[in-house]
């Protein structure tokens, strides 16, 4: 059965804060699943873990964890002193999830958010390579702890290493770890696939997560993605895996600065009212 999530910052305008809210709420709103930011639970003692999975647990809640690595923890370095830096920063985020009684990781785990490709580079493969030889050291070390790590398909402008279906196929072959998957995001397949659907049975059986949003990252079902098409692939792969809502509409804070919120994307949006709604029909259109 498909879990319908939410990100925890679509309320946030910063993105270390506490969870706790958030976790009593979300289920309240329709939600199974909360996805919280793997960088913040790393820097928590095991008591505040615990207490936190213990704490979705009583809301009947699911949590899985997103991040977008930082530069000098980039697992895609040139520089190997850095490569080895990210490499343990994601172990013991891994380690962090596992207290928490394991579930996925995913984001830009293979490299570092936001990145283009350096100047006087002009092939990604040396970056491809090191990302892969990372992926292939922390897989097993994810799987040990029942912990699946799943690299996001981003789109061009946000990063450079795996930007569209193929090539997430492709990456997912080179490493070939069932403890690596795939995660697609619509608001990036929007800019880089040719066809949503395509690209959903393409990548098949490596999907192990879906995050949602419109074009321009407001709610599910306020925009033009095409749900039917979608839901259709996802119904063509078995796809049973969560499908988490990452929305971001609010100026304002490292949050919209990363995200590039610079208009008010809503007017004096009711946040709370505008998830339920787009849970519900998430329901009615994906489920």
């Known amino acids: 059965m498909r879990k319908v999530g939410i990100y925890y910052a679509f309320w946030t305008h910063e993105w270390d ?152 196929v492709a990456y997912m072959q080179q490493v070939d770890h069932p403890a690596c998957r795939i995660l697609l995001d619509t608001f990036h397949m929007n800019i880089e696939e040719d066809s949503f659907g395509d690209a959903i049975r393409r990548v098949g059986p490596y999907l192990a997560a879906f995050h949602l949003g419109e074009t321009n990252r407001k709610m599910p079902g306020t925009g033009r993605i095409p749900w039917s098409e979608i839901k259709l692939a996802l119904d063509d792969i078995g796809f049973d895996g969560p499908m988490v809502m990452e929305p971001f509409v609010m100026q304002g804070g490292q949050v919209g600065r990363d995200i590039g919120v610079w208009r008010e994307l809503v007017k004096d949006p009711d946040l709370d009212s505008m998830a339920a709604v787009s849970a519900e029909f998430v329901r009615n259109n994906l489920m």
């Open 17 to 168: 804060v506490d969870f706790i809210p958030f976790i009593r709420k979300v289920g309240k709103l329709g939600f199974d699943q909360l996805e919280l930011n793997g960088g913040t639970i790393v820097t928590l003692g095991a008591g505040k873990q615990r207490e936190l999975k213990a704490m979705a647990d009583e809301e009947g809640l699911t949590l899985s964890y997103g991040i977008g690595l930082q530069k000098p923890f980039d697992v895609a370095s040139l520089d190997e002193s850095v490569r080895r830096k990210g490499l343990d920063f994601m172990q013991r985020m891994i380690d962090a999830v596992a207290i928490m009684g394991g579930g996925m990781i995913g984001g830009t785990i293979h490299g570092y958010w936001p990145a283009s490709m350096p100047v006087g580079m002009d092939s990604k493969q040396p970056f491809w390579d090191q990302s892969v030889k990372s992926m292939r050291e922390l897989a097993p070390y994810a799987a040990q702890r029942e912990v699946l790590l799943n690299v996001e398909v981003l789109n061009r402008f946000e990063q450079f290493i795996v930007n569209d279906s193929h090539e997430a």
